[in-house]
């Protein structure tokens, strides 16, 4: 017999195996020694009373075999020899799982990166660490696996409508990834193991006959009768193929004005922009733990806000616990900031995005360029960042207690951030009624997280690559470009989703289209 049950946990309770299936026993009115063993369905963490608790919803067999919580099975056909073939631009979660999903249907994919594969992109992201040196086709948004493969690899979303969540779980799983990500409430996987994951799913597409050409920047199209015909890259041209994907992520400028430059239609799109608030992770704990220490039984403490101000909303962006704030830099001169974290999330530091909506009444001073309006105000804001940091890639940073009352800090405390940091007035950077929001959103934040304001924590800038600041707009059914009908915008770059899961369930979600274009074969 199979039963299912939820069950109210200590942590060290959920921390055992043995004190889990005493649980499990107690719950189901019988002795332990008739449970042969469990399945965890679903594990949450509930930090709200004094006592934070384990919330399990696991499946005990009683008086019966055990069985292992069955996975997916893939089947992904060989396409060497495929009749139909479709060009990917970029290799982030959009591109590779809608390569996936095409070899599914016989479909060969070919896909297009700008950057380099994750082996060697790690050499790039070394050299913009330690000595400021930004290879602008190969860092934290450009290579194998996009941004989030050196992004922290969080799996959360609240995308459930767009696609098959637990399928693209499923499939992780299958490449590599630990299966606890198919039941716990907040699943990562963690920066430190991302990369051999998708270095997986690469090897699979090129078995299965998929290509992969790295160093292959998309710099034109040629357009004829409505189609797409010749994909001009920096390093060769790609012609006879059916479609493109264009799954090129939310950082890839050069594509949205080779686009406008084409006259192929786009829209400026609301995004989000502020800083990078890290604590002491202890700090945090204390805070949503509501002890004086985390016990050894306790995961690093997340947190997440968000608040209406001015008819705005201002949010917490991508908390990363036990992380590291990272340069995301695409272009000299420019300073974005993001955080990622390991999968032990073992570092001594909290970080979090602190952000505000930003819309077409903040882009007005750009508004000639059009569509590209919002895209050139997030950049002019990641040039002041640069300056204010003194070049080299150090950023500006402030206590977040002088950033809120307009005073110089002038000493700082550690950071993660390794490319430095300098003291700057952080709210020089923005506009004033952003910083304003900024400011009120911190001290409202306080109100529900007591020692959140402190000196111990200070902003970093500037966050401000949250979504594409730009929309490529695609039929609402066909979901190709409505000009051009064998082009498929696709993913974060082209405003459909927002983050790994989201983002390949989107990719999915072109692929299958595409296959009932073209017939699967």
Known sequence: MQKKLSLL????????????????????????????????????????????????????????????????????????????KVIIIGAGPAGLFAALKL??????????????????RRRDLAALNKHGILNPESNYCFGEGGAGTYSDGKL???????????????LLVHFGAEKNILYESRPHIGTNKLPQIITEIRNTICAYGGEFHFEHKAVDFEIKNNRI??????????????????ATGHSARDIFSLLFQKNISLFAKPFALGVRVEHPQSLIDSIQFHCAVRGPYLPPAYYNFSHQISGRGAFSFCMCPGGIIAPASTSPGELVVNGW???????????????TEISEKDWKDFKNAGPLAGMLF??????????????????????????????????????????????????????????????????QTEKKMKGYYTREAIIVATESRTSSPVRIPRDEKRLH?????????????????????????????????????????
């Open 103 to 120: 070899m599914e249907n016989g479909i060969k994919p070919v896909i297009l990166e700008r950057g380099k594969d994750v082996r060697s």
């Open 378 to 443: 997030q950049q002019s804001v990641e040039k002041k960042a640069y300056e204010a940091g003194g070049g080299n890639f150090v950023a500006p940073a402030q206590r977040i207690i002088d950033f809120c009352e307009n005073r110089f800090s002038s000493s700082l405390p550690d950071c993660s951030y390794i490319p430095g940091i300098n003291p700057a007035n952080i709210q020089e950077i923005f506009p004033s009624h952003i910083s304003n929001i900024l400011k009120q959103a911190i001290r």
């Open 341 to 355: 974290s390991p999968s032990k999330r073992n570092n001594p530091f909290a970080n979090s995005g602190l952000v």
């Open 156 to 170: 959360y979303t609240r995308s459930v409508k767009r696609g098959d969540v637990n399928r693209i779980l499923h």
């Open 229 to 246: 015909t010749k994909v001009y890259t920096s390093n060769g041209v790609f012609e006879e193929f059916d479609a493109v994907i264009l």
């Open 9 to 84: 946990l200590t942590p060290e309770e959920a921390a055992s195996q043995h004190l889990i299936k005493n649980r499990v026993a107690d719950a189901a009115g019988i002795i332990p020694e008739k449970i042969s063993g469990f399945q965890i369905i679903k594990k949450s963490l509930d930090a709200r009373g004094k006592i934070p608790r384990f919330l399990f919803k696991v499946n005990a067999f009683i008086d019966e075999p055990y069985q292992e919580l069955p996975t997916r099975f893939f089947q992904f056909q060989h396409v060497s020899a495929a009749k139909r």
């Open 481 to 521: 470009h409505p000009q051009v009908c064998n082009l498929y915008p696709c993913g974060e770059g082209a405003g459909y989703a927002g983050g790994i899961v989201s983002a390949a369930m989107d990719g999915e979600k072109i692929a299958e289209q595409i296959a009932v274009v073209l017939g699967k074969f």
